[in-house]
Antibody, heavy 112, light 108 residues
Framework: EVQLVESGGDLVQPGGSLKLSCAASGFIFTSYWMSWVRQAPGKGPEWVANIRQDGSEIYYADSVKGRFTISRDNTKKSVYLQMSSLRAEDTAVYYC?????WGQGTLVTVSS | EIVLTQSPGTLSLSPGERATLSCRASQSISSSHLAWYQQRIGQAPRLLIYGASTRANDIPARFSGSGSGTDFTLTISRLEPEDFAVYYCKQYGSSPWAFGQGTRVEIK
């Protein structure tokens, strides 16, 4: 069974930084692209970033480009999202996703 | 960049009725990479359909998906009380991924 467990969500001030982690199990981690998707309160899901199996290709949504960095550690079966220069509009539940399977999410709140 | 447009925005139906939800893509997409999700308030999205027409594990047979190219459909044959929720389509075949804006199925 695919399991994705996110952690690292917190309350952070505007302009601050935060790093999210996602621990994966139940599938061959090195065979899949990994992704982050977020959902702001009362809004639909928004794709954030994708990373190829070996990390050689990475894509970002325009809304986070230059501020967020996705990475992965295949030895730990983990994917990360380093977020900096955070804004109020980054407030959302952040989900780790592999293809069609999602974790339960971790809440990031950006507020002073 | 692919844009997904869902219609209608809201569907008002009674339990037992049939629901037909549409997802239209701005350009042709691979059927292998079109998924549907259900989301209830306060919960994470729940996978219903992937590959346009394959039901995920433990999803009741009243849910079915169809379509190809630019037009996809999610059908709920007979609505149960627990089916009143928001539904999203998603394309995940190329970056950037795209989500539809959602269809809310509400009790009439």
């Amino acid at each position: 069974e695919v399991q994705l467990v996110e952690s690292g969500g917190d309350l952070v001030q505007p302009g601050g930084s935060l790093k999210l982690s996602c621990a994966a199990s139940g599938f061959i981690f090195t065979s899949y692209w990994m992704s982050w998707v977020r959902q702001a309160p009362g809004k639909g899901p928004e794709w954030v970033a994708n990373i190829r199996q070996d990390g050689s290709e990475i894509y970002y949504a325009d809304s986070v480009k230059g501020r967020f960095t996705i990475s992965r550690d295949n030895t730990k079966k983990s994917v990360y999202l380093q977020m900096s220069s955070l804004r109020a509009e980054d407030t959302a539940v952040y989900y780790c996703v592999v293809e069609v399977y999602w974790g339960q999410g971790t809440l990031v709140t950006v507020s002073s | 960049e692919i844009v997904l447009t869902q219609s209608p925005g809201t569907l008002s139906l009674s339990p037992g009725e049939r629901a037909t939800l549409s997802c239209r893509a701005s350009q042709s997409i691979s059927s292998s990479h079109l998924a549907w999700y259900q989301q209830r308030i306060g919960q994470a999205p729940r996978l219903l359909i992937y590959g346009a027409s394959t039901r995920a594990n433990d999803i009741p047979a009243r849910f079915s998906g169809s379509g190809s190219g630019t037009d996809f459909t999610l059908t709920i044959s007979r609505l149960e009380p627990e089916d009143f929720a928001v539904y999203y389509c998603k394309q995940y075949g190329s970056s950037p991924w795209a989500f539809g804006q959602g269809t809310r199925v509400e009790i009439k």
